[in-house]
C-alpha cells in the first residue's frame, strides 16, 4: 500500500501563487512516475502535470505550461506543485497520484494510488 497526502491549497487571488505537496508513505518502492490531476466541480477530473521518479522529466497539460512546476524531492518522497499566475479557471481540487508505469502518464488510469486532495480556489 501506499499512502498520499496532500496539502498547500486554499483560497488565492487571481495573478497569486500556491505550492501543493505531496508525501508519499508505505510501499513506495517501484514507483515510477507521479502526477497531479484536478477536478473541478461539475467536471471530470483532468490531467495537470507528471513527473519520473528516476530521471525527473515532466510534462505538462498546455493550460498550465508556462505557469505551474513540478518537482520532486526523493529524499523526503515528496512532489511538489508550484502554481504561479493563478487564474479563476485552475479552481479545482487537486489530486496527486502514483504510477509504477512510464507511460501514458496523462491519464487517470494508470495510476494506482490517489490522495485525498487538497482544494485551490481562485477569486477574480
Known amino acids: 500500500q501506499v499512502q498520499l497526502v496532500e496539502s498547500g491549497g486554499g483560497l488565492v487571488q487571481t495573478g497569486g501563487s500556491l505550492r501543493l505537496s505531496c508525501a508519499a508513505s508505505g510501499r513506495t518502492e517501484g514507483s515510477a512516475a507521479m502526477g497531479w490531476f484536478r477536478q473541478a466541480s461539475g467536471k471530470e477530473r483532468v490531467f495537470v502535470a507528471t513527473i519520473s521518479w528516476i530521471d525527473g522529466i515532466t510534462y505538462y497539460a498546455d493550460s498550465v505550461k508556462g505557469r505551474f512546476s513540478i518537482s520532486r524531492d526523493n529524499a523526503k518522497n515528496t512532489v511538489y506543485l508550484q502554481m504561479n499566475n493563478l487564474k479563476p479557471e485552475d479552481t479545482a481540487i487537486y489530486y496527486c497520484?502514483?504510477?509504477?508505469?512510464?507511460?501514458?502518464?496523462?491519464?487517470?488510469?494508470?495510476?494506482?494510488?490517489w490522495g485525498q486532495g487538497t482544494q485551490v480556489t481562485v477569486s477574480s
Open positions: 497520484a502514483r504510477t509504477s508505469r512510464i507511460n501514458l502518464l496523462t491519464m487517470a488510469f494508470v495510476y494506482d494510488y
